[in-house]
């Protein structure tokens, strides 16, 4: 599918399993762009299958990975048919090293391959997978796996994306792809990558695959003018987005400023020139604060294809979120209870990240361990012995420090793997009997999601979509 045949309303890829199969199978049912997030997805079937598999989706799914060994180990060791038992807590997948083994990729693989074949069931809509750049390790068997399973789409930010359209390239023929690997410490001059050869994975003939669309999502015209000149390959569009957009945030331009609130400030030097990314002949979509008729309507004015959504699709019926929470800050939003804030310091990646605060949070007050036993979000660094070590700002202060870590970049810092999977209903029981609390993003839409709602207390996809169209 080329990107200047997508349609006009791209549903964003949020969080972990927030826009899970279900919500992005929803909205391509209705023409649009339906989107899956890859972030942790691997984990997040694995968790599925310690929880019993309800309704037999992740098992139907997996008959149809072309690699039949791997879906046989991975029953095997993780699928439960009567779920956890109580108080047990999930086990736990090997963290990816810079040479991750082979068992480990194919687990990989298999997540993304699952979540895009469920997602693309019982219609003919086109269908996109949302990889976040910084979260590199993950990415190569991913996108392979994505690939596999018949992708349209692959969209990728927070970094700078430049490897990913020669990568797509080779693994759409089965060929070894390389992406670069972010490494502190390493000497001048030297560079570090990571590396997956399909041909590696197969003991039959492989089927023949097509190259999805790579959309690049910036947030400066000085990206969007490199990648669409220097990339390694094609890049067939971009979605431009703002600093209202939820979860991971581009830092401001320049040295890092707070309001009286605690939040990065956002001047003119962060805003995107649209008349310039027009003038690059790629499609764009808008991000971030645009999620309303008009917000289309101006975002195409202004030569756009049309607009990305996150907000109104995280808080749908037919979005991973838990229940419990949506039905919590819905109900928080109406009464003017819920406030948006952009955290500098949440994340361990050290970009702004967007974290919402309301009236019931049943994460208020309460302590967070310090704990890096998923490890997404870790960094890359060089040991005093010359190996390739990895630490996480979230993790226990000491051990941070002794890999040799400044202590000062722990402070306020949070695990965003094990909160962003308690958002979902795959909270981690620790060894204290304690449930992993939850962190929830959102746009800054979210304060003004009652007048949309209009007296309502839930809506479907269907819905946000109606109304994007001015059809309700």
Same mark, same amino acid.
């Given at each position: 599918?080329? !990107? ?5 309303? =791209? ?55 072309? #690699? ?39 687990? !990989? #693989? ?8 469920? *997602? ?8 996109? #997978? ?20 018949? /992708?349209?789409?692959?969209?990728? &930010? ?24 972010? /490494?502190?410490?390493?000497?001048? &001059? ?37 990648? *669409? ?32 609130? &605690? ?13 310039? =990314? ?9 991000? &971030?604060? /645009? ?12 030569? *756009?294809?049309? =607009? ?112 962003? #999977? ?51």
């Amino acid at each position: 599918m080329s !990107a200047a045949s997508l349609p006009p309303i =791209i549903q964003g890829g949020m969080g972990v399993a927030i826009s899970d199969w279900r919500l992005a199978r929803a909205v391509a049912r209705c023409g649009q762009l339906g989107v899956v997030s890859g972030t942790g997805v691997d984990t997040v079937l694995m968790r599925r299958l310690q929880d019993g598999d309800p309704g037999g989706h992740m098992r139907r799914a997996m008959a149809q990975f072309p #690699m039949p060994h791997v879906v046989e180990r991975m029953l095997e060791r993780y699928f439960l048919p009567e779920g956890r038992p109580p108080n047990t807590p999930y086990a736990l997948l090997p963290m990816f090293r810079q040479e991750t083994p082979r068992a480990r990729q194919e687990i !990989a #693989m298999l997540g993304a391959f699952v979540e895009v074949t469920l *997602a693309r069931e019982g219609h003919q809509g086109p269908i996109g #997978m949302n990889l976040l750049t910084k979260v590199q390790l993950p990415n190569l068997p991913m996108l392979y796996g994505s690939i596999l399973a018949g /992708v349209d789409v692959v969209l990728m &930010g927070a970094g700078i994306p430049r490897d990913i359209p020669a990568a797509l390239d080779a693994l759409a023929l089965h060929q070894p792809a390389t992406i670069a690997f972010d /490494v502190e410490g390493l000497a001048a &001059g030297a560079n570090a990558l990571l590396r997956l050869d399909p041909g590696e994975y197969w003991e039959g003939p492989k089927p023949t695959l097509r190259r999805p669309a790579f959309l690049a999502i910036i947030a400066s015209n000085s990206l969007a003018t490199m990648l *669409a000149r220097k990339a390694s390959g094609r890049v067939d569009g971009f979605v431009v987005e703002g600093p209202t957009a939820g979860g991971h945030n581009a830092p401001p331009r320049g040295e890092m400023q707070l309001n009286e609130e &605690g939040e990065p400030v956002y001047g003119p030097r962060d805003a995107v020139d649209l008349a310039k =990314i027009r003038e690059l002949g790629l499609p764009f979509w808008v991000a &971030g604060g /645009v999620g309303t008729p008009e917000g289309l309507r101006q975002a195409q004015a202004a030569g *756009a294809v049309g =607009i990305q959504v996150g907000t109104l699709f995280a808080f749908c019926e037919d979005s991973g979120l838990a229940p419990e929470y949506r039905a919590s800050i819905l109900t928080a939003a109406v009464r003017g209870e819920v406030q948006v804030r952009t955290d500098p310091r949440a994340s361990p990646t050290g970009y702004p990240f967007k974290v919402v605060h309301w009236s019931d949070d049943p994460a208020a007050e309460k302590p967070r361990e310090r704990i890096c036993d998923l490890g997404y979000l870790r960094s890359a660094y060089v040991t005093p012995e010359g190996e390739i070590g990895f630490r996480c700002a979230s993790e226990p202060i000491a051990a941070f420090v002794q890999k040799g870590g400044a202590v000062e970049e722990t402070e306020g810092r949070k695990c965003l793997c094990n909160a962003l #999977m308690a958002n979902v209903g795959f909270a981690q029981r620790r060894r204290d009997g304690s449930i992993e609390p939850p962190l929830l993003t959102s746009g800054d839409d979210l304060q003004h999601i009652g007048a949309f709602l209009g007296g309502r207390t839930s809506y479907t996809a269907g819905d946000v979509i109606d109304y994007l169209l001015g059809e309700r």
